[in-house]
């Protein structure tokens, strides 16, 4: 695992179910691991974002649309489900995922997997910040929540543009990068 490039993956959807609801952005940093002076240390190499236009927006959660910022305008250029996973695998072959909250996006990218038919190319093995935080900060009476924004808040990681793909991979690149030099 540890040399392998590792793909910080946020997506954004249409609500909270895969079997629902649909992803509408996808935001990757790829970074290789390696060690340095005793320390582990990351350097990205890739980052890339993409906007997927969603089929059945009808089915989708008023406000999750709010939250990630939606509007029709926005998505008139966005790659159809198909292309998007298709860049997607391309560009995350070999890569071990790191998200927070794995599960949540992970099963999102594995339903749009089996619905294009697309292979995943990652490698088997994924990384959770949430239960890294957790095993890391149990003991820190200063935390009491492990959201994506009150760890970043507890770290002084600036997350500008939070609930928009992109932004949201790179300050989970910026947490797993603070957990893992605790």
């Known amino acids: 695992m540890k040399k392998h490039k590792l793909a910080f993956i946020d997506i954004e959807s249409t609500g909270l179910d895969p ?10 940093v790829v970074a290789t691991q390696e060690w340095v ?6 350097q990205v190499v890739e980052e890339f974002e993409i906007k997927v236009k969603p089929e059945r927006i009808e089915d989708a959660d008023k406000s999750a649309l709010k ?9 008139t250029e966005a790659s159809t489900l198909p292309e998007a996973m298709k860049i997607f695998s391309d560009k995350t072959a070999d890569t071990i995922m790191v998200a927070h909250n794995v599960v ?4 999102f990218l594995n339903k749009a997997f089996y619905i294009t038919g697309e292979d995943n190319r990652m490698h088997y093995h994924k990384l959770d ?6 095993a890391k900060l149990y003991l820190n009476e200063d935390v009491d929540r492990f959201s994506l924004q009150y760890i970043c808040d ?5 997350n ?14 910026e947490l797993y990068q603070k957990l893992m030099n605790l």
């Open 19 to 28: 079997e629902r609801h649909e992803i509408i952005q996808i935001g990757v």
């Open 37 to 42: 002076d005793g320390k582990p240390s990351f």
């Open 67 to 75: 939250i990630n910022g939606y509007n029709e305008a926005d998505w």
């Open 154 to 158: 507890h770290f002084g990681i600036v």
């Open 104 to 107: 949540f996006d992970y099963c």
């Open 129 to 134: 910040t949430i239960s890294i935080a957790f």
């Open 160 to 173: 500008e543009k939070a609930h928009t793909a992109l932004s949201d991979s790179r300050a989970t690149f």
